[in-house]
């Protein structure tokens, strides 16, 4: 494995950063004060559902607890979370009901 020198994690970081600051800035700073188009606020809507899933499904198919073997709790926590967020269109329940299922699943499948 090749150690890192402190320099480059620095200047990662803060580019990082200033290109996190600057997506934010175009939307927020430069046009945050005119009202957006009708085509834009429907698409924005759904970013929240775009983004999560790309955060949560590495960590049901390839989880680091099991390193990075598929397991049925995970599964089924996962398929729980889905049925209940279709049945309730409630996020809560959804993440209530998935923790939960995960959490029995762990108990009883080990």
């Known amino acids: ?18 290109g996190s ?5 175009v939307f927020l700073g430069i046009i945050g004060d005119r009202p ?25 198919m390839w989880p680091p607890a099991t390193g ?15 049925i209940a967020g279709l049945v309730t269109r409630n996020v809560l329940a959804a993440i209530l009901s998935g923790a939960a299922a995960l959490y029995i699943m762990l108990y009883l499948l080990g």
Do not use: K
């Open 36 to 60: 957006m188009p009708p085509w834009v606020l429907r698409h924005l809507r759904y970013t929240a559902v775009a983004v999560l899933p790309g955060l949560v499904a590495p960590m049901v």
């Open 68 to 82: 990075g073997t598929l397991d049925a709790p995970r599964l089924i926590a996962a398929a729980v979370t889905i």
């Open 21 to 25: 600051f600057a997506l934010r800035f």
């Open 1 to 18: 494995m090749r150690d890192v020198a402190t320099l480059d994690i620095w200047i990662v970081l803060i580019g990082l950063g200033l």
